[in-house]
């Protein structure tokens, strides 16, 4: 036996790894090939560790990739195979060629669309989406409840600001004023008279009470919370005020007028005019009460047109004309329509013709004077 043929049989018993397992980068051939005399290509004492290694030599195999990757093979730094990705494919074998290492091969939802799927990604996503969904019917309940909100706050300003300056309701409490006015009728009053509107004679106004001018009313068992709600929505606006402590009466007499009952046809006179009042309920005196005052400066002579049921100016006098007077400070406003119930719905015009004569204060109408006669003989 040679010595050469000895070193082989020692090298093959040392390499106990079929020669497929190995690739060696000096053979352009088959790694299967063994040299012709029969002798490893490495050194018998040296461990072969060619399965750890990708030996480029034949670029057709594919379980052996060419060192030279053709373009688009995702392949590491200087030809070496990247590091084995995480998950359940890692580790297996699986040639670098045919792992899914770019980028681009990622689906929408960051799962990976070849073999290589991540399933974790998968169920990431679909949860992802049902959270976007319920996010998406929470945010939209949200915005719908902040849109309510934001409405009816303006809503309640809205209400606010005109009920302060600009139109309110009011609720008729007594029958003072019929048959113009009746029982449980709402009217809407002008705030805007006396002030940007000059006040006139004939107009039914609205005033806070002067002094103990209310009788109290009867309240109706409501609860307190009730109670409270009632009181918060007619400060807003949104309800007619109760009117227990404001009166609806009509101005007959404005300030320095000299208003007196009666003259020789039972009629009042304002500055001197008897005045024709068809507003007055049916059967009704113009007054059953006899006076004569003259209207302090900033107040007025009111009237109820139920002349028998009404507590008014007349009630509350002292024969000056100083205490049964309104203050023009307490009067809320002018009351301009009739809207509740609809049945009643009417306009409250002022009655011109019934004041067109009088004249300003201090121009009082004189009496004619009796005129007699002599006769000579």
């Given at each position: 036996m040679s010595d050469d043929q000895g070193r082989g049989?020692?090298?093959?018993?040392?390499?106990?790894?079929?020669?497929?397992?190995?690739?060696d980068?000096?053979?352009e051939t088959d790694a299967g090939d063994a040299p012709a005399n029969g002798e490893s290509p490495r050194s018998g004492t040296e461990p072969d560790d060619g399965w750890l290694r990708h030996d480029p030599s034949d670029p057709t195999d594919p379980a052996h990739p060419a060192e030279h990757p053709q373009p688009g093979t995702p392949l590491g730094a200087a030809g070496t195979e990247p590091a084995p990705r995480g998950g359940a494919d890692a580790g297996d074998g699986e040639p670098a060629a045919y792992r899914h290492d770019d980028e681009t091969d990622r689906d929408l939802h960051g799962g990976w669309d070849g073999d290589g799927a991540s399933d974790d990604g998968g169920r990431a996503s679909s949860r992802s989406e049902e959270g976007r969904d319920g996010g998406g019917v929470g945010s939209m309940v949200k915005a719908a409840t902040k849109e309510f909100v934001i409405v009816i706050g303006m809503a309640l300003v809205l209400s606010f600001v005109v009920k302060?300056?600009?139109?309110?309701?009011?609720?008729?409490?007594?029958?003072?004023?019929?048959?113009?006015?009746?029982?449980?009728?709402?009217v809407i009053v002008s705030k805007l008279t006396p002030g940007a509107f000059e006040l006139k004679r004939g107009d039914i106004i609205v005033f806070?009470?002067?002094?103990?001018?209310?009788?109290?009313?009867?309240?109706?068992?409501?609860?307190?919370?009730?109670?409270?709600?009632?009181?918060g929505l007619m400060f807003v606006g949104l309800l007619p005020n109760d009117s227990e402590d404001h009166l609806i009466k009509r101005v007959i007499?404005?300030?320095?007028?000299?208003?007196?009952?009666?003259?020789?046809?039972e009629r009042l006179t304002v500055n001197g005019v008897p005045l024709v009042e068809p507003y007055?309920?049916?059967?009704?005196?113009?007054?059953?009460?006899?006076?004569?005052?003259?209207?302090?400066?900033?107040?007025?002579?009111v009237m109820g047109d139920h002349r028998s049921d009404s507590s008014d100016s007349r009630y509350h006098d002292n024969g000056s004309g100083k205490t049964g007077s309104v203050a023009e400070s307490l009067i809320v406003g002018r009351a301009v329509a009739l809207v509740w119930p609809l049945d009643h719905l009417t306009w409250l015009s002022?009655?011109?013709?019934?004041?067109?004569?009088?004249?300003?204060?201090?121009?009082?109408q004189e009496?004619?004077?009796?005129s007699t006669t002599t006769g000579g003989g």
């Open positions: 049989r020692a090298g093959a018993g040392h390499e106990a790894d079929p020669a497929w397992l190995r690739h980068f000096g053979d302060t300056w600009l139109l309110q309701a009011f609720y008729i409490p007594s029958g003072s004023m019929e048959d113009t006015l009746v029982l449980n009728d709402r806070s009470d002067p002094g103990n001018w209310v009788d109290p009313l009867p309240q109706a068992p409501h609860g307190q919370v009730v109670t409270t709600i009632r009181k007499g404005l300030p320095g007028d000299h208003v007196v009952c009666c003259d020789e046809g007055i309920k049916p059967g009704d005196a113009p007054s059953s009460m006899d006076f004569d005052i003259t209207v302090p400066k900033g107040s007025v002579w002022n009655p011109k013709a019934t004041f067109a004569k009088v004249p300003a204060p201090g121009r009082e009496k004619p004077a009796h």
